[in-house]
């Protein structure tokens, strides 16, 4: 099956700028998560979505970073404006909501803010 | 919340050696443990998982275990080889699509 898609690989942007990340899921799952992973250290959620509703965004610095998934399967993460501590890999992963908990992760976008 | 620690940090070995990486974990509610490697510049890909009815579990050269009581499990790699030269997680989760919290992480240098 095809992984998960995500787009772009790498972007660099200067601080107080905007800048969007896409991610396709593997067909038919259901669960979409948004991981931000900073250099050294393990991937972290940022928000899970169950179709187009949100699940979890308790995590989600909601005063610059918004995420959606209008109809269910492509999802984009936006920030709005840019810190020099948001440069990071953007992981996007999906899961099947049939009882499977294993998370497919795509390649990830790295983000530098300069 | 729950909370991941990972040990050691790095961790070298000679090719053929075993490689131990540990994890403990902080949530009683968890029942998911899976393990992902990272190459450089790479997606984390799933290696091997268990869950907490099992206690351990092996895929040939990979083993998990799994002690629930101690809220802790490990990853063995046997027969290591330089490709299994990667960073490795542990991540802890509640079943059922819930997220995965993560450890910060080993990487393993097989050498030669």
């Known amino acids: 099956e095809a992984g998960v898609a995500q787009s772009p690989r790498y972007k660099i942007i200067e601080k107080r700028q905007s800048v969007a990340f896409w991610c396709n899921p593997i067909s038919g799952h259901a669960t979409l998560y948004w991981y931000q992973q900073i250099l050294g250290q393990g991937p972290k959620l940022l928000i899970q979505?169950?179709?187009?509703?949100?699940?979890?965004d308790s995590q989600l610095p909601k005063d610059r970073f918004s995420a959606e998934r209008l109809k269910g399967v492509d999802s984009t993460l936006k920030i709005q404006p840019a810190k020099l501590e948001d440069s990071a890999v953007y992981l996007c992963?999906?899961?099947?909501?049939?009882?499977?908990?294993?998370?497919?992760f795509g390649p990830g976008t790295r983000l530098t803010v300069l | 919340g729950e909370n991941v620690e990972q040990h050691p940090s790095t961790l070298s070995v000679q090719e053929g050696d075993s490689a131990v990486i540990k994890c403990t974990y902080s949530d009683s509610a968890s029942n998911y443990f899976p393990w992902y490697k990272q190459e450089l510049g790479k997606r984390p890909q799933l290696i091997i998982d268990?869950?907490?009815?099992?206690g351990e579990k092996k895929d040939q050269r990979i083993a998990v275990t799994l002690n629930k009581t101690a809220k802790h499990f490990s990853l063995h790699i046997t027969e290591t080889q330089p490709e299994d030269s990667a960073v490795y997680f542990c991540a802890a989760s509640i079943s059922g699509n819930t997220p995965l919290v993560f450890g910060k992480g080993t990487r393993l240098s097989v050498i030669a």
């Open positions: 268990i869950r907490s009815n099992v």
């Open positions: 979505f169950q179709n187009n509703g949100v699940v979890d």
């Open positions: 992963a999906s899961s099947s909501s049939a009882g499977s908990d294993t998370q497919y």
